[in-house]
């Protein structure tokens, strides 16, 4: 499937009420541009890493009452799942789409991980640019551009990782629902995959700590 770009009809989703109703429109209306993202960037994230990552979209599954406020298409190095792997996302809220590097609360590495960063940070920041943004918090749209954060901000945030049994780190971009509805399926395609190559330090940094 070619990838048309986000419309708004993609946000607006996430404005209905109710759990099946919210769940029906996401199926017919997300959920295909999502499984066509998998399909599209699991080649290029396996061939960028060197493993073979498998696309996981998001099915909400264990839902009963609350609608889901984002959905998404994660990429991992297992067939089964990905939240305990250090994995990439791509996924939209009703203000904006992220496309994230991500480690949270169900990984066993993050202590390992935590370190790393924490002993690497000085090298690694050259790395990634400084506009993008970070999170502490996968099920929250908060996040803190990296420009905006001193060293001994992020060094807590890498202790924190190393401590806190719920922590969790994101890297990535947002873009926001008003530039996503007026990017060309080509021109997303092309951004995303600029940031994955862009969070790679990230990725190898995390396979280290395995």
Request: aromatic share 12%.
């Amino acid at each position: 499937m070619e990838f048309k770009g986000f419309e708004e009809k993609d946000f607006d989703v996430f404005k209905i009420d109710g759990l099946d109703n919210r769940m029906e429109a996401l199926i017919a209306t997300v959920r295909p541009k999502l499984d066509g993202l998998g399909t599209h960037f699991s080649p290029t994230l396996s061939t960028l890493t060197g493993d073979e990552l498998f696309p996981h979209v998001a099915k909400h599954a264990r839902r009963s009452v609350n609608p889901p406020a984002d959905t998404w298409v994660a990429f991992a190095s297992s067939k089964r799942g990905y939240k305990m792997l250090p994995h990439f996302q791509i996924g939209l809220w009703e203000t904006h789409v992220f496309v994230w590097f991500a480690v949270i609360y169900e990984s066993p590495i993050k202590e390992a991980f935590g370190k790393l960063l924490e002993n690497e940070w000085n090298q690694l920041k050259k790395k990634i640019p400084k506009n993008y943004v970070w999170s502490i918090d996968h099920t929250k749209p908060d996040v803190v551009k990296q420009s905006e954060l001193s060293d001994s901000e992020f060094k807590d945030i890498f202790t924190r990782l190393q401590n806190v049994k719920k922590a969790e780190i994101l890297c990535g971009i947002q873009i926001s629902r008003e530039d996503s509805v007026k990017m060309s399926g080509e021109q997303f395609i092309q951004t995303v995959e600029d940031t994955f190559k862009k969070l790679m330090p990230l990725y190898q940094l995390a396979q280290k700590s395995v």
